[in-house]
């Protein structure tokens, strides 16, 4: 027993608001092993991320409380530690890659410094430090990694800037090292890559891996057991194989059940003149060419999907049609008006049709705004949209379609959890009722059941008021679920454009070829025999 | 980089001219040098011999001109009452007040750095509270004072140092202790709100859970991100020092720009006036540069 | 002991032009000691003028002044000094390269010097000036070749020379070896210069410095280094007598009545401070001691408004008193007190306190037109001995101060200022008496008092031209 | 294996939200250095308003013969227990009347340069290159125009006024505003949540007051309330140099400048106004300090967890 890696026993975690307080943790237990992967399941806001922040000392106290528990790292309790041998106890021993990688680097340092600095904590020297990064950076597969140490962090796009959290805590080479949601910006190729990554330095280290994640595949992929958690506890444990053939609670089962990737494909069936017609979009960042010329069409009620290499574009498209930054080139017509070259007045007018879900929510909701004020603003700009009297009454709506609470109105963003953050982005949007959506990654942190519903209220939407979407995503059989067309995009470039089916049953590219083959399957047996017949091609080769 | 310091040179330029306009005209709507120079009972005539001499009695827009003109060949005329060239005066008398305000601004800029992170790192706590209501009461307290206390405490009591003017390396502590107090008062307040924000953001957190120490987490991660309020602000007492440390060069005789304007504003010597203005604007138009320079360097999402 | 010492001022000078030597700033450090004048006045005994680079003079009969010169005497840069540099010292002050402060001694006179001999000079000045010999005493000697534009550098027969200047630090001057007269005991004298009395005070408690020749009275708390000297500064409230309610000498005199003067003594003006009859300190040729200081009279006063009032004389009208901040020691407060025991007695006072060019707006013609009444409190210094210094600026019809043309006065000045002898000082103590009680030209407040510390190693008292100069040949080294 | 763990009994029963000025009131009453500032901050209004109708008559009495008293003589009548001026004038009496002339020209300075300093920094920080130039360039020679010059000029054509004295101490204080919100939109403005305001059809101006300008609010705040001491001393200096506030009216800053020949032998006539203007600035700053905590989501809990202890 007591030669666990890490063993959590008992931690409850309160956290003080002006309405009352929050048990985000109910009295969760759970331990791990050396060379062992962990994986924590669970419903959106449930307390894994705040389960994982205790681990780390890394709550705010206050507001938040320990109200129970211990957390044992090698038998030792963490929660009775010294400040100072706590903070020896970080880095060290233990690192996190956290959710939420935009807000977690430091805006105004680059990213070889933040690296290095890591590194340099650990006691290594600054030129070895300087090559360890590099050799991370490649291992990672970020683009360029010798320019890449000396950009900062904006100037990544959402999947590289992960991929830079994750080299910054494998750097550590730490005992234990708990992910959270490592992988929910990287297209599966690179996806598989880290994992694989994850997977040689416990075998070289004996790392032990606490892997938070709502993608079903990466549990079956990577991890030996699983706990899941649902509303602050701790629902059911045991092995990824005995809990997916068999699982027991009523929360596991309907997750198990909502993964996606097993319904119809959708057929295009839309009929009349696009609303948007883009040309040739090019953008320039300095020297690199971010986009090298898109085009695509998309009439009312259709969903473009968006996939394809991390740092490939896609967000940058997004911008770009979106005027939130000017393109270098090409045009993007807008029921017949080109987006680029429009008034400022037309745009205001425009703004309605076209709404965004940022890919980093946490830094696109205003932090001194109640998520009522935040969603409310919408009608604030708009006024004709609704009276204000039915305010409150819409946004409790909203808030209960993606899966919140209508209670949850008066909190800021930084009381919510992850996924919660990406749902009120999501409510957001939907207050304006646009015309358009762009979705970029929006439900990449929610877990599948949340998923699931949100899916379900936009493919809603999409049928009742027409609303078409462009929707970024990884998450390929999600794509297969909801989209009409797929785009693949590779280095700036569409390498491939059609339908889900055709798109699905017959790439024709290579690099559609290998992202479908490296797409995870949530059932661990299938997945096991795909990793075999995997590594049983790379062995001939 | 090089193209925005070349505008902005050309911008400053422009408005280092309009300086110079305003001042010019504004100046002499103040009143007639020639009685302020000459003893009250002078006659009419010598006073309108005095405005000959000095060409005050030409129309405005003629004297202009032709003050104009010598400056272009880099000559700002001469004091109406020191028969010396106003630009001598000048940057002799900003010399003096340059070194006290480099050093001044340099020991509070440390110092309050220190004090209003540390303050910020335990909000609330008594270190936070003690060097608040130090830092309150200095940046409240009148400069002379200070000045005075200190004198009769160090120069008179204790005989430490001397009461005043200049000569030593001891000359100059009482001068820069006595400056230091309000800016610093400010800094650390300014600091210390910024810092509030700044260490309870994500990467903090980020930094905590790679182990690195309070002290580079305060002192690197936080202050990097808290530090534009707090440069501008160090800019602005700065500044304040290069054309007004006017008391407390009064009091301790030190021979500096603020008090040679003062003296000369009000005897209306417009050439020196006009001289120390220019070479004072130009220090800090030179420092508001830096300034913005530093903000791109601070911040990398900033670009020009 | 050292025979250096050290002198601390209040404000540095912006030159050291002899010509400008009347300017106390630059007089306090040379004249008499760089730049001297052919003739000089006893501040301290009764021997009136006394010869100084001229070692005799008389008066011809068409009142030609003949004056004849030391000999033997050499400026600082080795050149002897003769009748050519006075004419010339005399040409310079003249020129319209400059404009010297002395040049207004002389207003109105037509000047014709001529050298008789390299010792002998002669001035026929157009009209006849009486008082010449104590005029002279106001003339700087340069030597001849003296560039006419200003100078810094000053070049004199005096027993120092300028050696060191640092604008902003300090003056060094150093004893001269050829000096003509006695060998002062200074042989060396640095001036620093401090705005803030406290400091100069410090300055000298610390030995910083040995002398500081102004403090102020509430620093003057130490009976061995300070002492108190009467400055020659008088304060009045110079009445604009030309415009109602103030052209009513009822009014003037109501004025007078109403303001407790003996109250001051002693609280906001210094217990050495004299009550004033005269614009001129007592120690000035015609001064009256027949003239009497008004009483504090409240009820007087207000009975004499009270009978201006029944004749029509629009007593209510807000009369305007300007006062110069800074002007002198507690000028604020002695303002305010003014203000309050006036409205006692039912004037309506509006006090204004401005900066010094816009005092002087108010204080010299032309005066603007369409004012109010006005009252502007001001500061006099005549320290030379003759009324005729004071006089014509502050009453005479043309006078550049005057609030009054009365046709009386006129023609006292102008006898008075031609008169001499015992006729002059006649004539002069009649004006004097006639401005106080019968025209009640304005409210004369106090002869101010100055004190300075002088640390005990020196010997030195100071005297009432202490404001203007400072002779560092009366000075004396203890021991 | 796996076993089961029966769900929790749904709880977390979240009370009403309390009221705005309710929330402000508890929070205020969680920080007594800011409660006592508070309280001293409406004392001085009070005594601002209705201070020169109440004791005008007695801050004028002059006593020569009872000048320079010295403070805590208790013996003495209530009024002249903190020592009396050079003209014999009690002193506290003549602080509570300077209330009202002191507050208004403070207050005014501050409020006028804090306001159009902040508007153009805005501007500044949004606007197209050009006319951010011209602002900012503006701004510099605001900066390097010495204070005592424009109040020389200002006094001078326009004569000494209370009014004209504000317009000259925040003709002077703008840059500093101007300059601070500058740089923070600089930086703010590439925030993402100013980009998503943007997409929802914000217009500038929205963007600028609801999302920018929150932002930056506190650290404006710190530096106003601290320029309140800075231009009340300002004043003093003016005064002295006989081109601001002059006597018969009263300010703090006159208060101190005529004290100042006294320092070293009659010490309160400076020190009481001094003390005034040090507890205010001190006031305002626990204030503001305390308001940057409140109306800050993120650190609010510091003071909602003191109020109610474990709510
Ligand atoms: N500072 C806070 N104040 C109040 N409530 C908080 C705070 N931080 C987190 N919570 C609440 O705690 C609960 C758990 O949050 P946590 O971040 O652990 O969720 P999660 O399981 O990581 O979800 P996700 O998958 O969406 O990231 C959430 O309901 C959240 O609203
Ligand atoms: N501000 C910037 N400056 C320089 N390069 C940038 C900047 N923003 C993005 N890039 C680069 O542009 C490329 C495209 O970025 P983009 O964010 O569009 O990628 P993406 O397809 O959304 O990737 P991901 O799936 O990882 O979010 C990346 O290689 C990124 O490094
Ligand atoms: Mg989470
Ligand atoms: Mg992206
Ligand atoms: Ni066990």
Redesign the interface.
């Known amino acids: 027993m007591a030669d666990h890696l890490l063993e959590v026993r008992d931690l409850s975690v309160d956290f003080?608001?002006?309405?009352?307080?929050?048990?985000a943790v109910?009295n969760i237990s759970y331990y791990l092993d050396r060379g062992e992967t962990l994986a924590i399941l669970g419903e959106s806001g449930s307390g894994k991320s705040v389960s994982s922040a205790a681990i780390?000392?890394?709550i705010?106290m206050?507001?938040g409380k320990i109200t129970s528990g211990e957390i044992l790292l090698d038998g030792k309790d963490l929660l009775k530690m010294s400040g100072e041998a706590r903070?020896?106890?970080?880095?060290?021993r233990i690192?996190?890659i956290?959710q939420?990688p935009?807000?977690?680097?430091?805006?105004?340092?680059?990213v070889g410094w933040q690296m290095r600095?890591?590194l340099k904590?650990?006691g290594i020297s600054t030129t070895q430090a300087q090559a360890e990064a590099l050799r991370l950076f490649k291992r990672v597969a970020l683009p360029d990694p010798e320019a890449a140490l000396d950009k900062?962090p904006?100037e990544f796009s959402g999947g590289q800037r992960q991929r830079v959290m994750i080299a910054?805590a494998l750097a550590?080479k730490p005992d234990l090292l708990i992910a959270d949601e490592p992988t929910t910006a990287l297209d599966v190729t690179v996806q598989a890559e880290v994992l694989a990554l994850l997977k040689e330095l416990q075998r070289e280290t004996g790392m032990g891996v606490l892997i938070i994640t709502h993608d079903l595949g990466v549990v079956s992929e990577v991890a030996d057991r699983v706990v899941v958690m649902?509303?602050?506890?701790?629902?059911?444990?045991?092995t990824v194989r005995?809990?997916y053939r068999?699982?027991?609670?009523?929360?596991t089962k309907k997750l198990i059940a909502a993964a996606p990737g097993k319904g119809d494909m959708h057929e295009p069936d839309a009929h009349g003149a696009s609303i948007l017609s883009v040309k040739d979009v090019r953008k320039f960042y300095g020297g690199f060419e971010a986009l090298k010329g898109v085009s695509f069409e998309l009439k009312p009620g259709e969903t473009v999907a968006v996939v394809g290499e991390s740092g490939s574009g896609k967000s940058t498209l997004a911008?770009v049609l979106?005027r939130?930054e000017e393109p270098d080139g090409g045009t993007a017509r807008w029921k017949g008006k080109d987006l680029f070259t429009m008034s400022p007045g037309d745009l205001?007018?425009?703004?309605?049709d076209?709404?965004?879900v940022?890919q980093?929510p946490?830094?696109?909701?205003?932090?001194?705004m109640?998520v009522y004020q935040l969603i409310s603003?919408?009608w604030?700009?708009?006024p004709e949209i609704l009276p204000k009297a039915k305010w409150r009454e819409r946004v409790a709506e909203l808030l209960d379609q993606v899966g919140l609470s209508p209670?949850h109105m008066?909190r800021?963003p930084?009381q919510f959890s992850g996924g919660q953050r990406q749902r009120i982005?999501i409510a957001?949007a939907l207050a304006?009722e646009p015309q358009l959506i762009v979705c970029d990654e929006a439900v990449s942190a929610l877990d599948v059941s949340v998923q699931a519903q949100v899916i379900r209220l936009l493919d809603g939407l999409r049928k009742k008021m027409g609303i078409a979407f462009i929707f970024i995503a990884h998450d390929l059989p999600l794509v297969r679920d909801f989209a009409d067309y797929v785009m693949v995009m590779q280095k700036g470039e569409v390498v491939e454009f059609g339908t889900v089916a055709q798109v699905f049953d017959n790439p024709q590219m290579p690099y559609t070829q290998a992202l479908l083959a490296a797409s995870l399957d949530p059932d661990p047996d299938v997945q096991a025999a795909n990793r075999n017949a995997r590594l049983a091609r790379v062995s001939q080769i | 980089m090089l193209t925005f310091v070349r505008k902005r040179a050309f911008a400053s330029l422009i408005s280092l001219v309009g300086l110079l306009v305003m001042v010019f005209f504004l100046s002499r709507l103040t009143g007639d040098p020639a009685s302020l120079f000459l003893p009250v009972e002078a006659s009419a005539e010598m006073k309108a011999e005095f405005r000959a001499l000095h060409g005050l009695d030409q129309p405005l827009l003629v004297q202009f001109g032709q003050y104009v003109g010598n400056v272009v060949t880099g000559d700002l005329g001469e004091s109406l009452r020191k028969a010396r060239p106003a630009l001598d005066v000048v940057l002799e008398a900003f010399t003096w007040t340059l070194w006290l305000a480099v050093i001044t601004m340099t020991l509070v800029t440390i110092a309050a750095i220190v004090v209003g992170s540390l303050a910020a790192f335990r909000t609330g706590g008594f270190f936070d509270r003690f060097s608040s209501m130090v830092s309150l009461i200095g940046a409240s307290v009148p400069d002379f004072w200070l000045a005075i206390v200190a004198i009769v405490v160090f120069a008179i009591q204790l005989s430490w140092l001397p009461t005043s003017g200049t000569g030593t390396l001891s000359h100059w502590i009482l001068p820069i202790c006595v400056l230091f107090v309000r800016p610093f008062g400010i800094i650390v307040q300014v600091v210390r709100g910024s810092m509030i924000s700044a260490l309870s953001s994500a990467y903090v957190k980020t930094a905590r859970a790679k182990g690195v120490k309070s002290g580079p987490i305060i002192f690197i991660h936080a202050l990097r991100n808290a530090m534009l309020p707090v440069i501008t602000v160090i800019g602005d007492q700065a500044a304040s020092l290069l054309n007004g440390a006017v008391i407390v060069e009064t009091i301790f005789g030190f021979p500096g720009v603020g008090k040679l304007m003062i003296d000369s504003i009000l005897q209306r010597d417009f050439n020196v006036v006009l001289a120390a203005i220019l070479v004072t604007a130009f220090a800090i138009f030179l420092m508001n540069l830096v300034i913005d320079l530093a903000y791109a360097l601070l911040d990398p999402r900033i670009r020009y | 002991a050292s025979s250096d010492i050290k002198i601390v001022l209040p404000e540095e000078a912006d030159l050291l032009e002899p010509c400008m030597a009347t300017r106390s700033n630059i007089g306090r450090v040379i004249m008499e000691n760089v730049s001297e004048t052919l003739t000089e006045l006893d501040v301290r005994g009764k021997q009136g003028v006394m010869p100084r680079l001229a070692e005799k003079w008389e008066q011809t009969g068409d009142g030609t002044w003949r004056f004849h010169l030391r000999q033997g005497v050499t400026f600082s840069d080795g050149k002897a000094f003769g009748a050519k540099d006075v004419k010339y010292s005399f040409d310079r002050i003249f020129s319209d390269k400059n404009i010297c402060e002395s040049r207004r001694y002389f207003g109105g006179m037509k000047f014709d010097v001529k050298i008789v001999d390299d010792t002998t000079i002669d001035f026929k000045v157009d009209p006849v000036q009486p008082i010449l010999p104590l005029l002279l005493s106001l003339v700087t000697i340069v030597p001849e070749g003296t560039p006419l534009e200003f100078i810094r550098e000053p070049v004199g027969t005096g027993p120092y020379k300028l050696s060191n200047w640092t604008p902003g630090q300090q003056i060094v001057l150093d004893a001269r070896d050829d000096y003509w007269g006695k060998k002062p005991a200074v042989t060396k004298a640095t001036y620093l210069f401090r705005s803030d009395p406290a400091v100069r005070a410090a300055m000298v408690q610390t030995g910083e410095a040995d002398l500081a020749p102004s403090i102020s009275q509430v620093e003057a708390t130490n009976e061995k280094t300070d002492f108190s000297y009467l400055d020659s500064e008088t304060v009045y409230l110079r009445i604009d007598g030309n415009i109602a309610p103030l052209n009513d000498v009822r009014v003037r005199k109501a004025l007078n009545l109403a303001i407790d003067r003996e109250a001051f003594i002693g609280t906001l003006v210094p217990q050495d401070a004299v009550l004033a009859t005269a614009l001129v300190p007592p120690t000035t040729l015609g001064w009256n001691p027949d003239v009497k200081v008004f009483p504090y009279d409240p009820d007087e006063a207000k009975k004499l408004l009270d009978e201006a009032k029944a004749d029509g004389v629009a007593v209510d009208t807000p009369i305007t008193v300007v006062a110069r901040t800074a002007n002198f020691p507690n000028v604020t407060e002695i303002m305010e007190a003014i203000q309050a025991q006036l409205q006692d007695v039912g004037f309506k006072i509006d006090l204004r306190f401005v900066e010094v060019a816009e005092h002087e707006v108010y204080y010299s013609k032309p005066f603007k037109e369409g004012r109010g009444p006005q009252i502007v409190a001001a500061m006099h210094d005549n320290s030379k001995g003759d009324p005729s210094f004071t006089m014509f600026f502050k009453y005479d019809s043309k006078g550049t101060q005057s609030g009054y043309s009365d046709p009386k006065v006129d023609d006292l000045v102008s006898r008075a200022s031609a008169a001499t002898g015992n006729e002059r000082a006649k004539l002069w103590s009649e004006l004097i008496a006639y401005v106080h009680d019968d025209l009640v030209a304005d409210v004369l407040l106090f002869h101010m008092v100055g004190y300075s510390r002088v640390s005990e190693r020196l010997d030195f008292k100071p005297s009432i031209a202490t404001n203007s100069m400072l002779q560092l040949s009366e000075i004396g080294i203890k021991n | 294996m796996t076993m089961a763990v029966p769900s929790p009994a749904p709880e977390n029963a979240i009370a009403a939200e309390p009221g705005f000025f309710v929330r402000m009131a508890r929070m205020l009453w969680a920080d007594k250095f800011a409660l006592c500032a508070a309280i001293f901050l409406v004392f001085v209004i009070v005594m601002a308003i209705i201070g020169p109708t109440l004791l005008d008559d007695l801050a004028t009495k002059q006593n020569l013969r009872g000048r320079n008293l010295a403070p805590f003589d208790f013996s003495r009548d209530w009024f002249m227990w903190l020592g009396a001026d050079a003209l014999g004038r009690p002193l506290w009496p003549r602080i509570i009347v300077a209330t009202q002339n002191t507050i208004m020209v403070a207050a005014g300075a501050v409020l006028i340069s804090a306001v159009i300093g902040t508007l153009l920094g805005l501007i500044a920080g949004f606007a197209s290159e050009r006319t951010s130039q011209v602002i900012m360039r503006v701004a510099d020679v605001i900066m390097s125009f010495p204070s005592l010059l424009v109040a020389v000029i200002v006094l001078y054509i326009l004569g000494s006024s209370i009014l004209n004295l504000m317009l000259v101490l925040s003709i002077t204080r703008i840059p500093v505003y101007l300059r601070t919100t500058r740089a923070e939109v600089l930086e703010i403005k590439s925030r993402m949540f100013v980009q998503a305001a943007r997409v929802m059809g914000a217009s500038s101006k929205r963007i600028l007051f609801r999302h920018i300008l929150p932002v930056v609010f506190p650290t404006l705040m710190t530096l106003a309330t601290l320029d309140f001491a800075y231009v009340m001393l300002a004043e003093s200096a003016l005064s002295f140099l006989g081109i601001g506030i002059q006597p018969p009216e009263i300010t703090w800053g006159l208060m101190i400048s005529q004290g100042r020949q006294y320092l070293t032998n009659a010490w309160w006539l400076s020190f009481w106004p001094g003390l005034a203007i040090i507890l205010t600035t001190l006031s305002l700053n626990l204030l503001s300090n305390w308001l940057r905590i409140a109306l800050d989501p993120v650190q609010r809990w510091r003071l909602e967890m003191k109020g109610s202890k474990n709510g």
């Open positions: 003080h608001t002006v309405t009352g307080t929050v048990h109910r780390m000392n890394l705010d206050p507001p903070r020896a106890v970080n880095g060290r690192a996190m956290f939420d935009l807000s977690h680097l430091n805006p105004v340092y680059s600095e890591a904590t650990h900062y904006h910054m550590l649902e509303k602050g506890q701790l629902v059911e444990s045991g005995d809990v068999n699982p027991q609670h009523a929360y911008r979106l939130l205001f007018k425009l703004r309605r076209l709404q965004m940022f980093d946490t830094q696109s909701l205003n932090p001194r109640t603003e919408a604030v700009i708009h209670e008066g800021y930084h982005a957001r304006l």
